[in-house]
C-alpha cells in the first residue's frame, strides 16, 4: 500500500512551527517512514506546480501554520485545502491568529508608515511603498496583496483540526500524528490537546491561596520569581486560569508565566476579555470601597498593554477581532 | 451567553444604523438589587425618560463578563450602560468593586480596538434613585448621539 502523503505549510509565521518539526529529531524518522512527505517549502525542493498536479483529496494531511494576511498565503491553502483529505491548523498562529495577529490592532496603513517610511531605521526619502504592480523595462513585475487583516486559518478556509501552541509541543505533535495515521479520528473541529485549563495541571496549582488578592502588578523583569509559588500571588500576571493545558507548563518550568499560547481553555469564547476579567477581579487592596474612581484607575495601571498582555495570541480570533476600521479606510 | 438573544436580535438590527436620524442603541446591564429597581421606580413614578436604552436584569453588577459588553458592541450597540449598588451596598459584598475594576481595565482596551471608551458607563444607582435613573439614562444617550454611530462592522481584506 502507498504511504498517505502528506505536507507543511507555512503562512504569515516566524519559523518556529518548522522549527518544532525538526525538534522531533529521530522521532521525524518514524514520520518520514509511514508517510510520503510531497510538499514542505522550508526543507524539501517541492514547488506549487507539484501541489498543482496532485489529485483533488490526494494528499491525506495537509499541517498548515502561519496566520492568512497575504492573497499568496490565501490562493496557497485554498489550493492545499483542494488537495487534501485533511487540514490541520498547526501552531498558535494558524490556530488564532498568533502573535502576527496583533497587527489587527493596526491597519495596513498604518503598518507601512511605520515600517517603509517613519520608523527610525528606515531611509525611504521618496516614500517608495511595496506595489502590487510594478512595470519595468523587462515587464510586470507583481507582489502579492497585503492584507488590512490577519486572519486566522479557519477564517479562509475548512479546517479539520487544532494543534495549538507557540509551537506546539513535540509531544502533542507526534500523538496528533499518530491518532490522525491510525485511522481513529477524533471530532471534527477538535483541538488537539486537553480540555482543561492550565491551572489544572500546573505544579505551582497547590500554592494557590484559596482567596487569592493581587495587591501589586509586578512585571517579570521586575522581581526574581519564586519558583514554587503561584505567579498570581506574587503578582505577575499568569494567563493560566484561561489557557487551555497541553504545553507540559513550558512557561512555568522555566518561571515564567502563562502568556496564553495554547488558545482559549474549552468553553472560553474570547480569552481575551476572560483573561481580563479574572485578572481585574483578583486585583485589589484593602478598602476599596474609600478608594474614589481615580485611585481605582491607577491601579488599574499598572497593568502596562493589557490588549496587547490579554490578546496576544489571539486578537483574530476574538469576539471583536480586530480595530475598527475607520470609513475613509474601507 | 447570557444575554437575551431574542431582544437583541431584534433590537440591535443594524439595518436602521445609518439613517439620518441617529438614535443610539443602548444596553443596560442593570443589578437586580438596584438599579434595576430604580428603574422600575422611575416607571411607576411616571418620570419621562428617553426609550433608547434596553435593560437586562443581572443579579449583581459583577455577572457582566467583559465578553457580555464586547459582544454588545460587536453586534450593534452604541452604547453600555452598567447600574450597580453604591460601594458598600452589594449584595455579595464586593461585586461592584469588581465590575470597577473590569470596567476601567476594558476602558483602556477598547481604545486600543478604535471604541471610544465613555461609550461604557458605569454608574451607582440605587433602587430609590429612579430619578437619577432616567437622568443617567438621558445623558448617558446624548452623549453617545454626539459620538454617532459605532458601527462595528468588519473590513473583509
Ligand atoms: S495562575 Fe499560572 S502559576 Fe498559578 S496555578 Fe495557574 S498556571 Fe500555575
Ligand atoms: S505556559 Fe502558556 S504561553 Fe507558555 S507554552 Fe504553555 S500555554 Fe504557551
Ligand atoms: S448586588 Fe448590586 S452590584 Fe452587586
Do not use: A, F, Q
Given at each position: 500500500m502507498a504511504k498517505p502523503k502528506v505536507a507543511f505549510y507555512w503562512c504569515a509565521s516566524c519559523g518556529g512551527c518548522e522549527e518544532t518539526v525538526v525538534d522531533l529529531n529521530e522521532d521525524i524518522l518514524k514520520v518520514t517512514a509511514a508517510v510520503d512527505i510531497v510538499f514542505w517549502p522550508v526543507a524539501l525542493d517541492f514547488k506549487r506546480k507539484d501541489v498543482e498536479a496532485l489529485g483533488k483529496g490526494e494528499i491525506a494531511v495537509s499541517f498548515i501554520n502561519g496566520a492568512i494576511r497575504s492573497s499568496e498565503q490565501e490562493e496557497m491553502v485554498k489550493l492545499l485545502r483542494e488537495k487534501s483529505g485533511l487540514v490541520v491548523a498547526f501552531g498558535s498562529c494558524a490556530h488564532l491568529g498568533g502573535i502576527v495577529g496583533l497587527a489587527n490592532f493596526w491597519t495596513k496603513k498604518e503598518i507601512f508608515e511605520n515600517v517603509y517610511k517613519t520608523r527610525y531605521t528606515t531611509v525611504n526619502p521618496d516614500g517608495v511603498f511595496p506595489q502590487e504592480k510594478t512595470e519595468t523595462k523587462e515587464g510586470t513585475l507583481t507582489l502579492p496583496k497585503f492584507y488590512d487583516t490577519v486572519k486566522t486559518l479557519d477564517q479562509t478556509i475548512d479546517v479539520d483540526y487544532y494543534l495549538p501552541g507557540?509551537?506546539?509541543?513535540p509531544s502533542l505533535i507526534m500523538s496528533a500524528v499518530t491518532t490522525i495515521l491510525s485511522g481513529k479520528l477524533p471530532e471534527k473541529g477538535a483541538v488537539l490537546a486537553p480540555n482543561k485549563s492550565l491551572c489544572d495541571t500546573c505544579p505551582r496549582a497547590d500554592t494557590k491561596p484559596e482567596k487569592l488578592i493581587m495587591k501589586e502588578i509586578k512585571r517579570p523583569h521586575e522581581i526574581m520569581a519564586d519558583p514554587n509559588k503561584c505567579f498570581l500571588e506574587q503578582g505577575i500576571i499568569c494567563l493560566g486560569p484561561v489557557t487551555r493545558a497541553g504545553c507540559e507548563e513550558r512557561c512555568i518550568n522555566a518561571n515564567m508565566p502563562c502568556r496564553g499560547c495554547f488558545g482559549p481553555a474549552k468553553g472560553i469564547e474570547d480569552q481575551g476579555a476572560k483573561g481580563l476579567s479574572a485578572i481585574a477581579s483578583i486585583l485589589g487592596v484593602e478598602g476599596e470601597e474609600k478608594m474614589t474612581d481615580e485611585e481605582a484607575k491607577k491601579m488599574i495601571d499598572q497593568i502596562v498593554d493589557p490588549a496587547g498582555t490579554f490578546y496576544r495570541f489571539s486578537l483574530p480570533a476574538s469576539l471583536l477581532k480586530r480595530k475598527k476600521m475607520k470609513e475613509e479606510v474601507k | 451567553m447570557g444575554i437575551n438573544m431574542g431582544i437583541c436580535g431584534d433590537v440591535l438590527g443594524?439595518?436602521?444604523?445609518?439613517?439620518?436620524?441617529f438614535e443610539p442603541k443602548i444596553i443596560c446591564f442593570l443589578c437586580n438589587w438596584c438599579t434595576y429597581a430604580g428603574a422600575d421606580l422611575a416607571g411607576t413614578s411616571r418620570i419621562q425618560y428617553k426609550p433608547n436604552g434596553i435593560p437586562i436584569r443581572v443579579?449583581?453588577?459583577?455577572?457582566?463578563d467583559p465578553m457580555h459588553i464586547l459582544w454588545a458592541f460587536k453586534h450593534g450597540a452604541d452604547g453600555v450602560l452598567i447600574g450597580g449598588c453604591h460601594p458598600g451596598d452589594c449584595h455579595y459584598q464586593n461585586g461592584n468593586y469588581k465590575t470597577r475594576r473590569r470596567v476601567f481595565l476594558l476602558e483602556k482596551v477598547l481604545k486600543d480596538f478604535g471604541?471610544?471608551?465613555?461609550r461604557l458607563k458605569l454608574e451607582w444607582i440605587s433602587a430609590s434613585e429612579g430619578r437619577k435613573y432616567a437622568k443617567v439614562i438621558d445623558e448617558f444617550i446624548e452623549e453617545i448621539r454626539k459620538l454617532g454611530p459605532l458601527a462595528m462592522e468588519q473590513s473583509e481584506e
Open positions: 507557540c509551537p506546539p509541543p | 443594524k439595518k436602521d444604523l445609518m439613517e439620518k436620524t443579579m449583581c453588577s459583577s455577572r457582566v471604541i471610544e471608551p465613555n
